[in-house]
């Protein structure tokens, strides 16, 4: 069974850092480029952040650059989000999201992960 | 970045019911576009992928159509688990972005 499961999310004061991590299982890792995307309390979905499988090509929103950076370990089937000076604003769930299409970073997202909840406040 | 448009926010219907959903991109994407389903508290699940292509597992009564700006989603007869918020998203260009969603009721 293809599967993400996040883990990393927490209660972190404003400027604080927090790294969150997606295990994948199920597929070959290595083949599928990944995305982060948020959902703040109530409102909708964000595209954060994608990584292609290699790894050599990430891509960013301006809501996030500069302050997040996306990685991988193929070698551990894991995808990794650090988030460093973090603020209010950016309070949401967190999933990790597959690419829908190998070898390729199409913004196409066909498995997604539970989520995990990041709160910035003091 | 590209704003994509959905129509109508809200929507209220009764099972049996045809339900149409609209998104409208600023700009023309082509056909990629996706359509996806969110249960709360879950995480979202693609229904559609480039437009009109049904993904494998999903019930034949959700459909997609459209290409260049303009995009519509049907649910030809609605089903008390379809209760859920529906995404379009574009993916022709990078920052990948969504709608604000419909929210669907029965």
């Known amino acids: 069974e293809v599967q993400l499961l996040e883990s990393g999310g927490g209660l972190v004061q404003p400027g604080g850092s927090l790294r969150l991590s997606c295990a994948a299982s199920?597929?070959?890792?290595?083949?599928?480029?990944m995305s982060w995307v948020r959902q703040a309390p109530g409102k909708g979905l964000e595209w954060v952040s994608d990584?292609?499988?290699?790894?050599?090509?990430?891509y960013y929103a301006d809501s996030v650059k500069g302050r997040f950076t996306i990685s991988r370990d193929n070698s551990k089937n894991t995808l990794y989000f650090q988030m460093n000076s973090l603020r209010a604003e950016d309070t949401a769930v967190y999933y990790c999201?597959?690419?829908?299409?190998?070898?390729?970073?199409?913004?196409?997202?066909?498995?997604w992960g539970q989520g995990t909840m990041v709160s910035v406040s003091s | 970045d590209i704003q994509m448009t959905q129509s109508p926010s809200s929507l209220s219907a009764s099972v049996g019911d045809r339900v149409t959903v609209t998104c409208q991109a600023s700009?023309?994407?082509?056909?990629?576009l996706n359509w996806y389903q969110q249960k709360p508290g879950k995480a979202p699940k693609l229904l559609i992928y480039?437009?009109?292509n049904l993904e494998t597992g999903v019930p034949s009564r959700f459909s997609g159509s459209g290409s260049g700006t303009d995009f519509t989603f049907t649910i030809s007869s609605l089903q008390p688990e379809d209760i859920a918020t529906y995404y379009c998203?574009?993916?022709?260009?990078?920052?990948?972005?969504f709608g604000q969603g419909t929210k669907l009721e029965i």
């Open positions: 999201a597959k690419d829908r299409y190998l070898d390729s970073s199409s913004g196409a997202f066909d498995i």
């Open positions: 199920g597929f070959t890792f290595s083949n599928y480029a």
């Open positions: 990584i292609s499988g290699s790894g050599r090509t990430t």
């Open positions: 700009q023309d994407i082509s056909d990629y």
């Open positions: 480039d437009a009109s």
């Open positions: 998203q574009q993916y022709d260009n990078i920052p990948y972005t």
